[in-house]
């Protein structure tokens, strides 16, 4: 199977990359269902990348519905070490304006009984989250949008709820005394179950609204959302352009070895059949 270093996920309104060379579309199957999509490999900027529609081309798959496990499970198996996010996002902040870019460094999880560990079934690890966005893999995304001329602010907090449905006032003043900046939907449990996987994770977060906190602009809708993301997507395909090639070949952040003392359960009481679904992710600390 044809491998690559770094994944792509694309949000609303990417749901393809244009400018890949050696292109192939890959069915990747995983113990945990199909991803939302064919994996798309090629080459960018002569690296090898895969890119996948989190929502499916078409748009057809709803945040509560994804099947995250299984997109994060199949770029693992072929051998992404470092994934770029992009998500739509609303602002909760004046100064963040709509076409603006974050990279957020925070998260907070509003989310509602989304699947969000690889670790059930009888094995238990707990990972450290404290920094739930890769700090190295941040700043080069962080300083290719700043080459790219946009409009770009590095950290922040991100606060992902369950959606389909928007926020009430409300909400999104709630959220706004908590100090977030952005909302969404669709980090979590992304960055969770990649951190398990010991794969970096960072968001670059397209702002396509206020939300429905601002007193003068109306509030968010999906033809809002739809329109800014036509107008913004050339801007994160530059981006990401510009991007990959900067990303370090060595890792030395703390994805990389997230699991390394983080299973607490004896290897001798993990049943068979969880042990064979996870080694992919656990085998190299559970020998034979």
């Known amino acids: 199977m044809s491998t690559a270093r770094i994944g792509i996920i694309g949000g609303s309104g990417l749901y393809r990359i244009e400018g890949m060379s050696e ?3 890959v069915n990747v199957s995983t113990p945990f269902g199909k991803p939302s999509d064919t994996m798309i490999l090629g080459n960018l900027e002569d690296v090898r990348v895969a890119f996948l529609p989190r929502h499916g081309r078409g748009h057809h798959i709803n945040p509560t519905e994804l099947p995250v496990k299984a997109n994060i499970y199949a770029l693992k198996s072929l051998g992404v070490e470092r994934i770029i996010s992009v998500n739509a996002v609303g602002s909760l902040k004046e100064e963040i304006r709509p076409m603006d870019l974050v990279v957020p460094d925070q998260l907070i999880d509003r989310t509602k009984g989304r699947d969000s560990t690889f670790f059930t079934n009888g094995m238990v690890a707990h990972i450290a ?29 991100y606060l992902a709820i369950e959606g389909p449905q928007f926020s009430t006032k409300a909400e999104s003043q709630l959220y706004r005394n908590w100090g977030a900046d952005v909302i969404g939907m669709t980090v979590l449990p992304e960055a969770k179950l990649a951190r398990e996987a010991e794969i970096c994770y960072t968001s670059l977060a397209f702002v396509t609204d206020y939300d429905c906190w601002h007193p003068s602009y109306e509030s968010v809708t999906t033809e809002m959302i739809l329109a800014n993301l036509a107008k ?3 801007t994160a395909r530059k981006i990401l352009r510009l991007a990959i090639p900067d ?6 952040c703390i ?34």
């Open 129 to 157: 989250f404290a920094e739930p966005f890769c700090p190295t893999l941040s700043q080069v995304l962080s300083e290719a949008a700043t080459k790219a001329g946009s409009r770009i602010h590095k950290g922040g907090t």
């Open 232 to 234: 913004g997507v050339g």
């Open 255 to 288: 994805c990389a070895t997230a699991l390394e003392a983080a299973i607490v359960t004896s290897p001798k009481y993990i049943p068979q059949e969880t042990r064979r679904d996870l080694d992919l992710i656990v085998g190299r600390y559970l020998g034979g």
């Open 23 to 25: 292109v192939e579309e």
């Open 247 to 252: 990303i370090p070949q060595q890792r030395d």
